[in-house]
Protein backbone atom coordinates (compact mmCIF):
# COMPACT_ATOMS: atom_id res chain seq x y z
CA UNK A 1 0.00 0.00 0.00
CA UNK A 2 1.66 3.13 -1.03
CA UNK A 3 -0.59 5.66 0.54
CA UNK A 4 -3.14 5.49 3.50
CA UNK A 5 -6.26 7.27 2.37
CA UNK A 6 -7.87 9.67 5.70
CA UNK A 7 -11.46 8.71 5.87
CA UNK A 8 -11.23 9.75 9.57
CA UNK A 9 -14.30 7.37 10.46
CA UNK A 10 -13.04 7.29 14.01
CA UNK A 11 -12.47 11.13 14.05
CA UNK A 12 -16.29 11.48 13.25
CA UNK A 13 -17.78 8.92 15.79
CA UNK A 14 -17.96 11.43 19.07
CA UNK A 15 -18.08 7.83 20.77
CA UNK A 16 -14.63 7.19 20.37
CA UNK A 17 -13.49 10.25 21.55
CA UNK A 18 -15.77 9.83 24.59
CA UNK A 19 -13.68 6.43 25.53
CA UNK A 20 -10.23 8.06 24.91
CA UNK A 21 -11.00 10.81 27.46
CA UNK A 22 -12.61 8.26 30.24
CA UNK A 23 -9.41 5.87 29.45
CA UNK A 24 -7.52 8.90 30.11
CA UNK A 25 -8.92 9.91 33.31
CA UNK A 26 -8.81 6.26 34.42
CA UNK A 27 -4.88 5.73 34.04
CA UNK A 28 -4.27 9.00 35.88
CA UNK A 29 -6.55 7.78 38.41
CA UNK A 30 -4.67 4.69 38.91
CA UNK A 31 -1.19 5.97 38.49
CA UNK A 32 -2.32 8.69 41.25
CA UNK A 33 -3.68 6.35 43.84
CA UNK A 34 -0.85 4.10 43.67
CA UNK A 35 2.11 6.71 43.88
CA UNK A 36 -0.02 8.79 46.45
CA UNK A 37 -2.35 6.50 47.61
CA UNK A 38 -2.30 8.42 51.30
CA UNK A 39 -3.62 11.33 49.48
CA UNK A 40 -6.23 10.13 47.57
CA UNK A 41 -7.48 8.22 50.48
CA UNK A 42 -8.15 11.56 52.62
CA UNK A 43 -9.40 13.47 49.18
CA UNK A 44 -12.22 10.32 49.13
CA UNK A 45 -12.82 10.88 53.20
CA UNK A 46 -13.00 14.90 52.90
CA UNK A 47 -16.08 14.31 49.29
CA UNK A 48 -17.58 11.94 52.10
CA UNK A 49 -16.96 8.64 50.34
CA UNK A 50 -16.39 6.95 47.17
CA UNK A 51 -19.51 7.91 45.52
CA UNK A 52 -19.75 11.21 46.66
CA UNK A 53 -15.47 11.26 45.17
CA UNK A 54 -16.82 9.74 41.86
CA UNK A 55 -19.53 12.39 41.37
CA UNK A 56 -16.78 15.35 42.35
CA UNK A 57 -14.58 13.78 39.90
CA UNK A 58 -17.16 13.94 37.63
CA UNK A 59 -18.78 17.81 38.17
CA UNK A 60 -14.73 18.74 38.59
CA UNK A 61 -13.07 16.44 35.57
CA UNK A 62 -14.86 14.30 33.39
CA UNK A 63 -17.56 16.17 32.22
CA UNK A 64 -15.71 19.74 31.44
CA UNK A 65 -12.99 18.19 29.64
CA UNK A 66 -15.33 16.46 27.36
CA UNK A 67 -16.01 19.31 26.15
CA UNK A 68 -12.18 19.74 26.01
CA UNK A 69 -11.94 16.65 24.19
CA UNK A 70 -14.44 17.07 21.42
CA UNK A 71 -13.12 21.09 20.85
CA UNK A 72 -9.77 19.14 20.24
CA UNK A 73 -11.86 16.46 17.59
CA UNK A 74 -13.56 19.28 16.07
CA UNK A 75 -10.25 21.77 15.11
CA UNK A 76 -8.74 18.02 13.70
CA UNK A 77 -11.54 17.55 11.54
CA UNK A 78 -11.35 21.07 10.83
CA UNK A 79 -7.95 21.20 9.67
CA UNK A 80 -8.29 18.14 7.40
CA UNK A 81 -11.08 19.93 5.70
CA UNK A 82 -9.37 23.16 5.40
CA UNK A 83 -5.90 21.90 3.96
CA UNK A 84 -7.76 18.93 1.83
CA UNK A 85 -5.55 16.70 3.63
CA UNK A 86 -7.03 13.33 1.99
CA UNK A 87 -4.27 10.63 1.97
CA UNK A 88 -0.79 10.19 3.16
CA UNK A 89 2.18 8.22 1.65
CA UNK A 90 2.56 5.33 3.79
CA UNK A 91 6.07 5.99 4.84
CA UNK A 92 7.45 6.90 7.95
CA UNK A 93 8.84 10.21 7.01
CA UNK A 94 5.46 11.41 5.66
CA UNK A 95 3.46 10.12 8.21
CA UNK A 96 5.81 11.92 10.65
CA UNK A 97 5.41 14.90 8.93
CA UNK A 98 1.56 14.73 8.76
CA UNK A 99 1.43 14.11 12.77
CA UNK A 100 3.85 17.27 12.96
CA UNK A 101 1.53 19.30 10.47
CA UNK A 102 -1.42 18.98 13.67
CA UNK A 103 1.12 20.21 16.57
CA UNK A 104 0.74 24.03 15.68
CA UNK A 105 -3.42 23.08 16.05
CA UNK A 106 -3.36 21.63 19.30
CA UNK A 107 -0.43 24.42 20.57
CA UNK A 108 -3.38 26.88 19.80
CA UNK A 109 -6.33 24.93 20.96
CA UNK A 110 -6.18 26.12 24.44
CA UNK A 111 -7.63 29.60 23.87
CA UNK A 112 -10.12 28.22 21.66
CA UNK A 113 -11.83 25.32 24.17
CA UNK A 114 -11.21 26.82 27.82
CA UNK A 115 -13.74 29.71 28.32
CA UNK A 116 -16.92 26.94 27.84
CA UNK A 117 -14.27 24.11 29.51
CA UNK A 118 -14.41 26.54 32.37
CA UNK A 119 -17.90 27.83 32.20
CA UNK A 120 -19.24 23.98 32.44
CA UNK A 121 -17.01 23.41 35.31
CA UNK A 122 -18.05 26.72 37.14
CA UNK A 123 -21.95 25.72 36.44
CA UNK A 124 -20.99 21.42 37.80
CA UNK A 125 -18.81 22.72 40.85
CA UNK A 126 -20.68 25.58 41.91
CA UNK A 127 -24.45 24.51 41.69
CA UNK A 128 -27.02 25.64 42.73
CA UNK A 129 -24.83 28.94 44.50
CA UNK A 130 -23.87 30.85 41.68
CA UNK A 131 -21.57 34.17 41.91
CA UNK A 132 -20.40 35.71 38.25
CA UNK A 133 -17.37 37.73 40.03
CA UNK A 134 -16.14 34.28 41.34
CA UNK A 135 -16.80 32.98 37.67
CA UNK A 136 -15.12 35.56 36.05
CA UNK A 137 -12.58 35.75 38.25
CA UNK A 138 -11.73 32.02 39.33
CA UNK A 139 -12.95 30.74 36.59
CA UNK A 140 -11.78 32.72 33.58
CA UNK A 141 -9.49 35.57 34.14
CA UNK A 142 -7.31 33.06 36.59
CA UNK A 143 -7.31 30.31 33.97
CA UNK A 144 -5.85 32.75 31.02
CA UNK A 145 -2.58 31.81 32.62
CA UNK A 146 0.95 30.51 31.62
CA UNK A 147 0.35 28.12 34.38
CA UNK A 148 -2.74 26.78 33.86
CA UNK A 149 -2.13 26.98 29.64
CA UNK A 150 1.36 24.50 30.34
CA UNK A 151 -0.87 22.51 32.74
CA UNK A 152 -3.42 21.50 30.24
CA UNK A 153 -0.51 21.42 27.20
CA UNK A 154 0.45 17.56 27.65
CA UNK A 155 -3.09 16.11 28.16
CA UNK A 156 -4.44 18.08 25.03
CA UNK A 157 -1.26 17.13 22.85
CA UNK A 158 -1.74 13.67 24.35
CA UNK A 159 -4.94 13.12 24.07
CA UNK A 160 -5.27 14.53 20.05
CA UNK A 161 -2.09 12.80 19.31
CA UNK A 162 -3.53 9.70 20.40
CA UNK A 163 -6.79 10.18 18.01
CA UNK A 164 -5.11 11.24 15.52
CA UNK A 165 -2.88 8.02 15.32
CA UNK A 166 -6.00 5.69 16.52
CA UNK A 167 -7.77 7.40 13.33
CA UNK A 168 -5.01 7.04 10.85
CA UNK A 169 -4.48 3.20 11.88
CA UNK A 170 -8.24 2.49 11.70
CA UNK A 171 -8.17 3.97 8.14
CA UNK A 172 -4.83 2.04 7.34
CA UNK A 173 -6.14 -1.31 8.32
CA UNK A 174 -9.78 -0.67 6.72
CA UNK A 175 -7.77 -0.18 3.25
CA UNK A 176 -5.73 -2.81 4.23
CA UNK A 177 -8.37 -5.60 4.53
CA UNK A 178 -9.99 -4.12 1.60
CA UNK A 179 -7.28 -4.58 -0.57
CA UNK A 180 -6.71 -8.03 0.35
CA UNK A 181 -10.54 -8.64 -0.23
CA UNK A 182 -10.12 -7.47 -3.94
CA UNK A 183 -6.75 -9.61 -4.44
CA UNK A 184 -8.61 -12.81 -3.35
CA UNK A 185 -11.64 -11.97 -5.12
CA UNK A 186 -9.04 -11.38 -8.06
CA UNK A 187 -7.00 -14.73 -7.55
CA UNK A 188 -10.47 -16.54 -7.21
CA UNK A 189 -11.67 -15.35 -10.46
CA UNK A 190 -8.28 -16.16 -11.84
CA UNK A 191 -8.53 -19.82 -10.62
CA UNK A 192 -11.72 -20.53 -11.71
CA UNK A 193 -10.20 -19.77 -15.28
CA UNK A 194 -7.61 -22.08 -15.14
CA UNK A 195 -9.69 -24.82 -13.38
CA UNK A 196 -12.08 -24.14 -16.53
CA UNK A 197 -8.92 -24.37 -18.72
CA UNK A 198 -7.72 -27.20 -17.23
CA UNK A 199 -10.49 -29.57 -18.04
CA UNK A 200 -10.94 -28.58 -21.95
CA UNK A 201 -7.01 -29.59 -22.04
CA UNK A 202 -6.52 -33.32 -22.91
CA UNK A 203 -4.31 -34.78 -19.90
CA UNK A 204 -1.47 -37.17 -21.27
CA UNK A 205 -1.46 -40.69 -21.28
CA UNK A 206 0.14 -41.95 -18.00
CA UNK A 207 3.75 -42.56 -18.72
CA UNK A 208 5.48 -45.26 -16.75
CA UNK A 209 8.82 -43.87 -16.35
CA UNK A 210 6.69 -41.71 -13.17
CA UNK A 211 6.56 -43.33 -9.80
CA UNK A 212 3.11 -44.69 -9.66
CA UNK A 213 3.16 -46.12 -5.75
CA UNK A 214 4.89 -45.68 -2.63
CA UNK A 215 5.65 -47.13 0.98
CA UNK A 216 4.97 -44.98 3.88
CA UNK A 217 4.86 -45.80 7.57
CA UNK A 218 2.21 -44.35 9.69
CA UNK A 219 1.06 -44.30 13.27
CA UNK A 220 -0.85 -47.80 12.60
CA UNK A 221 1.84 -49.39 10.43
CA UNK A 222 2.95 -49.39 7.07
CA UNK A 223 1.22 -48.65 3.88
CA UNK A 224 1.53 -48.77 -0.18
CA UNK A 225 -0.45 -45.97 -1.80
CA UNK A 226 -0.69 -44.56 -4.75
CA UNK A 227 1.39 -41.42 -5.11
CA UNK A 228 -1.81 -39.25 -6.57
CA UNK A 229 -3.91 -39.99 -3.42
CA UNK A 230 -1.21 -37.67 -1.88
CA UNK A 231 -1.95 -33.88 -0.84
CA UNK A 232 1.22 -32.89 -0.55
CA UNK A 233 5.12 -33.88 0.37
CA UNK A 234 6.86 -32.40 3.13
CA UNK A 235 10.08 -32.50 5.07
CA UNK A 236 9.98 -31.63 8.93
CA UNK A 237 12.91 -32.41 11.54
CA UNK A 238 15.21 -34.33 8.22
CA UNK A 239 12.58 -36.64 7.90
CA UNK A 240 10.20 -36.56 4.58
CA UNK A 241 6.22 -37.08 5.07
CA UNK A 242 3.17 -37.63 2.91
CA UNK A 243 0.27 -36.13 3.59
CA UNK A 244 -2.93 -38.58 2.52
CA UNK A 245 -6.62 -38.27 3.62
CA UNK A 246 -5.76 -41.34 5.49
CA UNK A 247 -3.00 -39.83 7.84
CA UNK A 248 0.75 -38.41 7.31
CA UNK A 249 2.94 -41.48 6.56
CA UNK A 250 6.59 -41.45 6.81
CA UNK A 251 8.88 -41.81 3.19
CA UNK A 252 12.19 -43.05 2.56
CA UNK A 253 12.45 -40.92 -0.48
CA UNK A 254 13.47 -36.97 -0.67
CA UNK A 255 12.14 -34.29 -1.83
CA UNK A 256 14.66 -34.14 -4.29
CA UNK A 257 14.40 -37.57 -5.45
CA UNK A 258 10.63 -37.55 -5.51
CA UNK A 259 10.97 -34.26 -7.29
CA UNK A 260 12.58 -35.64 -10.06
CA UNK A 261 10.82 -39.44 -9.99
CA UNK A 262 7.02 -38.06 -9.60
CA UNK A 263 5.12 -36.27 -12.68
CA UNK A 264 6.01 -32.94 -13.07
CA UNK A 265 2.47 -32.41 -14.91
CA UNK A 266 0.71 -34.04 -11.77
CA UNK A 267 3.23 -32.97 -8.84
CA UNK A 268 5.34 -29.61 -8.80
CA UNK A 269 7.85 -28.17 -5.88
CA UNK A 270 6.15 -25.12 -5.00
CA UNK A 271 8.72 -23.79 -2.54
CA UNK A 272 11.99 -25.50 -0.80
CA UNK A 273 9.95 -27.58 1.42
CA UNK A 274 6.41 -28.84 -0.36
CA UNK A 275 5.51 -30.64 -3.55
CA UNK A 276 1.96 -30.28 -4.16
CA UNK A 277 -0.38 -32.91 -6.00
CA UNK A 278 -2.27 -30.80 -8.83
CA UNK A 279 -5.45 -32.55 -7.45
CA UNK A 280 -5.00 -30.96 -4.11
CA UNK A 281 -5.00 -27.48 -4.82
CA UNK A 282 -8.16 -25.59 -4.08
CA UNK A 283 -7.10 -21.76 -4.57
CA UNK A 284 -5.11 -19.22 -3.96
CA UNK A 285 -5.12 -15.63 -2.44
CA UNK A 286 -2.61 -12.46 -2.00
CA UNK A 287 -2.02 -12.59 1.78
CA UNK A 288 0.68 -9.46 2.69
CA UNK A 289 4.18 -8.35 1.86
CA UNK A 290 4.47 -9.74 -1.48
CA UNK A 291 3.21 -13.24 -0.60
CA UNK A 292 0.32 -15.91 -1.59
CA UNK A 293 -1.49 -18.21 0.27
CA UNK A 294 -2.15 -21.46 -1.52
CA UNK A 295 -4.74 -23.48 -0.20
CA UNK A 296 -5.32 -27.05 -0.55
CA UNK A 297 -8.36 -29.12 -0.28
CA UNK A 298 -7.63 -31.58 2.53
CA UNK A 299 -9.60 -31.77 5.52
CA UNK A 300 -8.30 -28.97 7.59
CA UNK A 301 -8.06 -26.54 4.68
CA UNK A 302 -3.96 -26.45 4.58
CA UNK A 303 -2.46 -23.35 3.46
CA UNK A 304 0.93 -22.78 2.32
CA UNK A 305 2.76 -19.54 1.87
CA UNK A 306 4.59 -18.78 -1.35
CA UNK A 307 6.47 -15.94 -2.34
CA UNK A 308 5.01 -13.48 -5.48
CA UNK A 309 8.17 -14.94 -7.32
CA UNK A 310 6.85 -18.42 -7.93
CA UNK A 311 3.22 -17.36 -8.61
CA UNK A 312 3.67 -16.64 -12.01
CA UNK A 313 5.23 -20.46 -12.55
CA UNK A 314 2.78 -21.83 -10.41
CA UNK A 315 -0.04 -20.15 -12.44
CA UNK A 316 1.17 -21.46 -15.84
CA UNK A 317 1.60 -25.02 -13.97
CA UNK A 318 -1.76 -24.93 -13.24
CA UNK A 319 -3.29 -24.39 -16.26
CA UNK A 320 -1.21 -26.69 -17.97
CA UNK A 321 1.53 -24.35 -19.84
CA UNK A 322 4.46 -24.82 -17.50
CA UNK A 323 8.14 -25.50 -19.25
CA UNK A 324 9.06 -28.60 -16.95
CA UNK A 325 12.86 -29.99 -18.44
CA UNK A 326 14.64 -32.52 -16.94
CA UNK A 327 17.83 -31.00 -16.55
CA UNK A 328 19.25 -29.79 -12.98
CA UNK A 329 17.87 -26.51 -11.93
CA UNK A 330 20.61 -23.31 -11.34
CA UNK A 331 22.28 -22.87 -8.32
CA UNK A 332 20.28 -20.70 -5.84
CA UNK A 333 17.19 -21.69 -7.83
CA UNK A 334 13.75 -23.70 -7.27
CA UNK A 335 11.86 -25.71 -9.29
CA UNK A 336 8.19 -26.35 -8.53
CA UNK A 337 7.91 -29.62 -9.14
CA UNK A 338 4.81 -32.06 -8.38
CA UNK A 339 5.37 -33.30 -4.68
Not at 116 to 143: C, H, L, N
Not at 320 to 329: C, E, F, I, Q, V
Request: a positive charge; charged letters at 20%; one cysteine or more.
Amino acid sequence: MKEIRINRQFLRDPLNGVLILIGMIVLIEAVSWSIGYNIKVRLMAEAGGFMPYVGALARSMILPELFTFCAIIFLLNLTHAWFKIDRVANKWKDIARYQLFFLPVLLVSFPLFNPVTQTIRYVMEQFPTYSFKEYWQSYIVYTFSWAVYFKYLFPVTFMGYVALNMSLLKDYLQQRKEAQEAAQTQADQVTEKAIALMATIPQPPTNSNYLAHLKGKGASGELDFPVNDVYYFTIEDRFYYAELAKGRYLVGKTLNELETELDPAQFMRIKRDYIVNRHAVMSYAYWENGKYIVRLNTPDNFEIVVPRARMHEFREWLQGNARLSGTDPAPGSLVLAPS
